[in-house]
């Protein structure tokens, strides 16, 4: 399938919406976890926003990237750059919530292991760290 094709489009972003449903699970299900086991800290506070706010951006990517599909199949685009406005919005908006999503969704995994150990904060957060910095050199790189 050719790159500039409208099929190979599209599945760009039926992965996002699969990726994005996914995500969004684990976010709820870890939502979940942290609000029955948290206590009021200012730490299960933070990781208790930081989930939900992932899992509800996921919910508006899968349903976002999934219109994008759509809607690059039924129009025949092969170029981001022909895409009509409102479709051209639709992918901002979806890409600029994948984002949001997956730094919230580290930030919430980092700050979950404080509501257990000093320790184990330490180490949540130097992972989530880590991932932050790796995910922005997949970025940066992607982006060209």
């Given at each position: 399938m050719p790159v500039s094709s409208p099929?190979?489009?599209?599945?760009?972003?039926?992965?996002?919406?699969?990726?994005?449903?996914?995500?969004?699970?684990?976010?709820?299900?870890?939502?979940?976890t942290v609000v029955t086991a948290a206590n009021s800290s200012r730490y299960a506070t933070i990781a208790i926003g930081a989930a939900a706010f992932a899992s509800a951006s996921f919910v508006a990517v899968t349903v976002g990237a999934t219109v994008v599909a759509l809607n690059v199949v039924a129009l025949g685009l092969s170029d981001l750059a022909a895409f009509p406005a409102a479709t051209d919005r639709a992918r901002f908006w979806t890409g600029l919530l994948f984002l949001v999503g997956i730094y919230a969704l580290i930030l919430a995994l980092g700050m979950s292991g404080w509501l257990r150990s000093r320790a184990t904060g330490w180490t949540t957060t130097a992972a989530a760290v880590l991932a932050a910095i790796g995910a922005t050199v997949a970025l940066a790189a992607a982006a060209g």
């Open positions: 099929e190979y489009l599209a599945e760009l972003f039926r992965q996002m919406a699969f990726i994005a449903a996914v995500l969004g699970g684990f976010s709820a299900a870890f939502l979940a």
